[in-house]
């Protein structure tokens, strides 16, 4: 099965999006990792090794996710006429949603739950250790949250946003100083992420710099996809060496080498239904950065007496409402104006004109 997209009508973003499982994909490992953090947030991470199976399983979920965002958002870059556009529609897509979600958190859950009074939360929000941490408030005790919890993060999964974010200006470089189809690009940079991996191979916080590794991959299969065989024997293959190393240190060594492949190959099996998946809506994004808060907030309403399949449950109803609210709210709205032309942008600002300069230089970016 070689991946072809003619004319552009098969492309995940295109005309033929929902000819692919891009968006299963995505909404299946969001899932796994609400259920994994549901798992950790319960227990503290106290005592979770790191080849503990729940962990590994919303790795594989966190890996596949930055697989699929390489692929598409190199797509992204080469349907795109300029890298202020690229900048645009990534904004457009990333921020919105990400500003309200922690407007929600910090504005509506915040004053709910902190253990501070009133002007002493916000005091403390707007403080230099609270401004710190944001946006992540690894520590939420600063401003008072989740103290009673075994773990006192509002929002420990929002470091790979910034990762990301970077890995999209990566993308912009290596098109923009046209290195993006010269083969020893990718794989260069590649090798660097890899030689920093095992230099901190032993660090599991540090370790984490393997993530950007799926993300090159990804935008690496992208590039290629014309010359990439994929076909079940080799797919079978890669599951097995996944199976073999499960119980051994290698496991993440692996994974790195199966996954991005068996991601691609995934997104573009000819299962019938699964292709449509897409169509109420990408969700994916929105019960990434809402799940975490959502069920700090049920351990600690709850004293953390909910066993994992209710606060795995609980917290997944809470957070796809979320979502659902957020891309119909927020996400779909902010990416309607990822094409709008200088008129377009008169009307929606509902001004009569814009200043001669502002027009031409909107008019030269679209």
Known sequence: MTIQYPEGRDAPGGAGRFSNNFDFLRFAAAALIVFAHAYALRLGYVGIENNDPIMLVAQAGLAALLVTSGYLITMSWESTASALRFAWKRLLRVIPALVVAILITLFVVGPLLTSLPPEEYFAALLSPAA????????????????????????????????????????????????????????????????????????????????????????AYL?????????????????????????LTPYLT??????????????????????????????????????????????????????????????????????????????????????????????????????PESLTAWWIAWK
């Not at 950065?289 to 399949?309: C, E, F, G, R, S």
């Open 253 to 354: 060594v692996a994974g790195v080498i199966a996954i991005p492949y068996l991601t691609i190959y995934a997104a573009h099996l000819p299962i019938p239904y699964l292709g449509a998946f897409g169509r109420a809506g990408d969700f994916s994004y929105g019960i990434y950065i809402y799940h975490y808060p959502v069920q700090q907030a049920l351990i600690q309403i709850t004293a953390n007496a909910l066993l994992l399949p209710a606060l795995f449950g609980l917290s997944f109803a809470v957070t796809f409402a979320l979502a659902f609210l957020s891309w119909h709210i927020v996400e779909k709205r902010a990416l309607a104006a990822k094409n709008l032309g200088a008129e377009d942008l008169r009307q929606r600002l509902r001004r009569p004109f814009l």
């Open 131 to 218: 401004l710190f941490t944001a946006p992540y408030f690894e520590d939420g005790s600063v401003i008072g949250l989740f103290q009673g919890n075994p773990w006192s993060y509002v929002n420990g999964s929002l470091w790979t946003i910034p990762v990301e974010v970077f890995m999209y200006g990566v993308v912009a470089l290596l098109g923009t100083a046209g290195l993006l189809h010269r083969w020893g690009a990718i794989p260069a940079l590649a090798a660097v992420n890899a030689l920093a991996w095992m230099y901190w191979f032993d660090d599991p916080r540090m370790a984490k710099v393997r993530f950007t590794l799926y993300f090159l991959i990804g």
């Open 222 to 246: 992208y590039i290629h996809r014309e010359r990439i065989a994929y076909r079940p024997v080799i797919a079978g293959a890669l599951l097995l060496v996944l199976g073999a190393s499960a």
